[in-house]
C-alpha cells in the first residue's frame, strides 16, 4: 500500500511528471514538473471528460481500467521524426485501500530497435501499447528511481546514532497524524522526553557508554505499542507521538506512560548498571494545540515545567501552563528588541561602608518593563536570556548603558566602583577578558573602576579559562567579587586559587541567621574564610538595624540591602546621592551596640 503523502515526499523531486488517479478516475497529484507540462494544478480534483474531448477522455478511461484490473499500461506518442513521448500508467493500492494509478511521462529520442529498451517500429499509429518486456523495462526503471528516493528520504529522516526519527522525520510523522486526525476527529498525544542529569553517564563512564545507553533505549521505545512515532532529537531529548482513544484526553494509559516505565527497569552498560530518570511533557492534539508549532511549544512547555519541579515526572499542558507558556513567548519575542533598543535598564544599589556609611560602589541591576506583562521579575527573563542564547548580549549592553549612566558619579568621586554580574557562559568564554577592558575603556572608564561579580558555578565549571580570564582582569585592576556564597556546594580549594578580592554573603544566610543559631555560626565560619583568604566581604539583602548590625560587628565592611537604599534607576540615584551629601551620616555600628542589643 501506498500514502498520498509517500507519494507526494518521494515524486516531487523526481526530474520528469508524475500524477496520480483515483479509483474514480479522478486526478488526486501531480508534481511540478507534470503542472509545467499541464499548464497549473487546475486539473486537481477533475476527470478527463473535465479536461480532454469526448473520444480522447473515451480512450484514457479504457487504458485506467485496464490499469486498476492490475495491468500496467504504455502509449507512445511520436511528437517529432526522431521524438517520442512516453505515458507509463502503474497500478497502486492506496492506505485506505482503494485501487488508483500512478502514471509517469517521459519525452526523449526515439531509439533504434533490437535493445531491450527500444520502441517497436513506429507504424503511424500516433498511440499503441508496448511488448511485455519493455514494460517491465520501463516498470523497472522507475521502481528503481523510486526506491533510491525513498531509502534517501528514510535516511534523511533518521537519526544516525540510534535508527530513530530525526527531528525532520517526527515533523513528518505529526503532519501525517494532524491531518489523519482532521479528518477522523481522533486525537492523538505528543510527549517531549530528556533524560535527567544524562551528562553524568558521559563524564563518569564516557561518550561511548553514553552512546550504548541511547541505544538501548532506542530499542525499549521500539517495542512500545501505539507508538506513532518515536524520535531523538538531539543529545538525550526524545519525542513520542502516541494514539489516544477517541474523546480522551488522560494520557495514563497510553503509550506515554509506557515511555515513562522504560526506565524502571535498570539498564546494564559498560559493566555498570544505571538506574536512569527522565521528565516528559506531554500535549494533546487538538485540545492543546491544533497546528504543529503549538503542539510542540506546549508539549515543551509542560516539559519545562517537569524540570522546574524537580525533573522525574510527567506533566500534561494544562490552562496555567498555556498561560505560562503565552507569557514566555510574548517574552522570547520582545527579548531580543529590548536588549538592542535598550528597554532593558540599568537600576542601581548602593553598597556602602559599614564604618562611614560612605558609597563604596553601586551594583547595576537589570529592570524590564513591557506594555502587555508589566514589570518583569530579573530572574524570570535572566533565564529565559540563557535558554535562548541572549544573556552575553544582555551582560554587555547592561554594562555600557550603566557604565555610560554612572560614569559622572564615578568619575567624581561620588561613587568609587561600579559593579555588575557576570555569567558563567562569559566567564569560560575564551578571550572575554579582553573584550571587557576593550567595552571599559570604551565607556571612558579605567579597570579600577569596576567590579565584577561571578557565582561558584562559573569559578569552578571551567577552572583554566576562569582563571585566565579573571587573573587577566586582576592584574588590570578589575576588583573580582564571588557572589551569592554560602548556597552552593563550594569547591574551596579551587576558590583558593581563583584571584578574588570580595566574597558576597548570600542574603538568605542573612535572613535566616536572626532565627537560626547554626545560621550565625556558618554566616561566622564565613567571615573567618574571607580573613583567610584576605578579601573583603559584602552582605547584602540587609533590611533591618540589626541586620546591620549584627554584620559590621562581626567584621563585614560592605553593606547592601533595602535598609540602606533599593534599586534605583540613574535619576532617582542621583537624588539619593545629593540627598546623602546633605544629611547626616548615620550612626555607625558599634560591637558594643550589638552585645547590648543582644
Excluded at 109 to 117: I, K, V
Excluded at 130 to 144: T, Y
Aim: net charge negative; proline share 4%; glycine share 6%.
Amino acid at each position: 500500500m501506498i500514502d498520498l503523502d509517500d507519494l507526494k515526499a518521494i515524486c516531487d523531486g523526481l526530474p520528469y511528471p508524475i500524477f496520480a488517479k483515483s479509483s474514480e478516475n479522478v486526478f488526486i497529484y501531480g508534481n511540478k514538473y507534470f503542472n509545467d507540462l499541464v499548464g497549473g494544478d487546475s486539473y486537481i480534483g477533475k476527470t478527463d471528460y473535465d479536461l480532454c474531448s469526448p473520444a480522447d477522455a473515451d480512450l484514457y478511461l479504457a487504458e485506467d481500467m485496464r490499469v486498476f484490473a492490475g495491468q500496467p499500461y504504455v502509449r507512445q506518442t511520436r511528437l517529432s521524426e526522431d521524438r517520442i513521448k512516453l505515458t507509463t500508467k502503474y497500478p497502486v493500492t492506496f492506505k485506505d485501500g482503494s485501487v488508483g494509478l500512478v502514471g509517469v511521462v517521459i519525452n526523449g529520442p526515439d531509439r533504434a530497435s533490437g535493445s531491450e529498451t527500444a520502441l517497436t517500429e513506429n507504424d503511424n499509429q500516433s498511440e499503441h501499447t508496448f511488448e511485455k518486456g519493455k514494460v517491465a523495462v520501463l516498470e523497472r526503471l522507475l521502481l528503481d528511481t523510486v526506491r533510491e528516493k525513498r531509502e534517501a528520504l528514510d535516511k534523511a529522516m533518521t537519526d544516525v546514532g540510534t535508527g530513530l526519527r530525526n527531528r525532520s522525520g517526527l515533523e513528518y510523522d505529526l503532519n501525517r497524524a494532524i491531518e489523519d486526525c482532521r479528518t477522523t476527529g481522533k486525537r492523538f498525544g505528543l510527549a517531549f522526553k530528556d533524560l535527567d542529569y544524562f551528562k553524568r553517564i558521559n563524564d563518569r563512564l564516557g561518550h561511548e557508554a553514553g552512546d550504548l545507553l541511547l541505544q538501548e533505549l532506542a530499542r525499549r521505545y521500539r517495542k512500545i505499542d501505539d507508538l506513532i512515532s518515536v524520535a531523538r532529537l538531539g543529545g538525550d531529548e526524545f519525542a513520542f507521538a502516541f494514539e489516544l482513544p477517541e474523546n480522551e484526553v488522560d494520557v495514563n494509559d497510553s503509550g506515554a506512560c509506557e515511555v515513562k516505565q522504560v526506565l524502571q527497569e535498570p539498564i546494564e552498560i559498560a559493566g555498570r548498571t544505571v538506574h536512569m530518570t527522565a521528565s516528559i511533557g506531554v500535549a494533546v492534539f487538538p485540545i492543546h494545540g491544533d497546528d504543529l508549532t503549538t503542539l510542540k511549544r506546549n508539549a515543551d512547555a509542560a516539559l519545562l515545567k517537569s524540570k522546574a519541579d524537580g525533573r522525574n515526572r510527567m506533566t500534561i499542558f494544562s490552562e496555567e501552563l498555556r498561560k505560562a507558556a503565552e507569557r514566555r513567548r510574548i517574552i522570547e519575542d520582545e527579548l531580543p528588541k529590548a536588549i538592542a533598543s535598550g528597554e532593558i535598564e540599568p537600576h542601581f544599589q548602593p553598597i556602602v561602608c559599614s564604618d562611614t556609611k560612605d558609597v563604596l560602589s553601586v551594583e547595576a541591576l537589570a529592570r524590564w518593563t513591557l506594555p502587555q506583562l508589566g514589570e518583569i521579575p530579573p530572574d524570570e527573563f535572566i533565564e529565559i536570556a540563557q535558554d535562548c542564547g541572549l544573556l552575553s548580549h544582555l551582560d554587555r549592553a547592561l554594562f555600557t548603558q550603566a557604565a555610560i549612566a554612572a560614569r559622572k558619579y564615578v568619575l567624581s568621586g561620588d561613587i568609587q566602583q561600579l559593579s555588575f554580574n557576570v555569567s558563567p557562559l562569559e566567564i569560560t568564554e575564551k578571550g572575554f577578558a579582553t573584550k571587557l577592558l576593550n567595552q571599559i575603556e570604551n565607556v571612558g572608564l579605567e579597570p579600577r573602576h569596576i567590579c565584577i561579580e561571578i557565582v561558584e558555578t562559573a569559578a569552578v565549571h571551567d577552572l583554566d579559562v576562569a582563571n585566565e580570564n579573571l587573573n587577566r582582569l586582576h592584574d588590570e585592576g578589575v576588583c573580582i567579587a564571588l557572589d551569592d556564597f554560602g548556597t552552593g556546594f563550594s569547591n574551596l580549594r579551587s576558590l583558593l586559587d581563583l584571584p578574588l578580592d570580595r566574597i558576597k554573603i548570600a542574603r538568605s544566610l542573612i535572613r535566616d541567621m536572626e532565627a537560626n543559631p547554626a545560621v550565625f555560626d556558618l554566616f561566622l565560619t564565613i567571615v573567618s574564610l574571607a580573613g583567610i583568604l584576605e578579601v573583603s566581604m559584602v552582605a547584602e539583602g540587609l533590611e533591618t538595624d540589626f541586620n546591620a548590625l549584627m554584620v559590621a560587628s562581626a567584621g563585614v565592611t560592605h553593606l547592601q540591602g533595602f535598609y540602606f537604599a533599593k534599586p534605583m534607576n540613574v535619576k532617582d540615584l542621583s537624588v539619593w546621592l545629593k540627598e546623602r551629601k546633605c544629611d547626616r551620616p548615620l550612626d555607625t555600628p558599634k560591637a558594643d551596640d550589638v552585645a547590648l542589643a543582644g
